[in-house]
């Protein structure tokens, strides 16, 4: 995100958020962490806090839902892997043999 989108995405935090602080050493801050992050999902972001709190978000809230949401994918995706091998293993299984369940009850019974 470089400069003038960061003075854009303060301009939407600054209409909900009156008391939020707009000065030159601010910009600078959020401008060094967050001149990785892209613009769109910072302000979606944003607009998703505003939902949600009535303090202005942080840094780390600006950035946090995409984190999140970047866990969240990884975590459907285990549980996707998950599930798939379950059904492979499902198709794969068989009944025991007919008697079986008998024969160890039995077995059992007797070693007592």
Known sequence: MDRAEVIRLFLVISAE???FNIDEE???RHQKELKDFPFETAVQ???RHIKISSF???I???RGFAAD???RERELEATRAYLNQREADRAKATLPPPG???E???KLRHTK
């Open 56 to 58: 202005y978000p942080k």
């Open 17 to 19: 958020y009156p008391n």
């Open 26 to 28: 601010n910009i600078e």
């Open 45 to 47: 972001n944003v607009e």
């Open 69 to 71: 949401q970047s866990a």
């Open 60 to 62: 780390s809230e600006i």
């Open 104 to 106: 160890l009850l039995a």
């Open 100 to 102: 079986w369940k008998d």
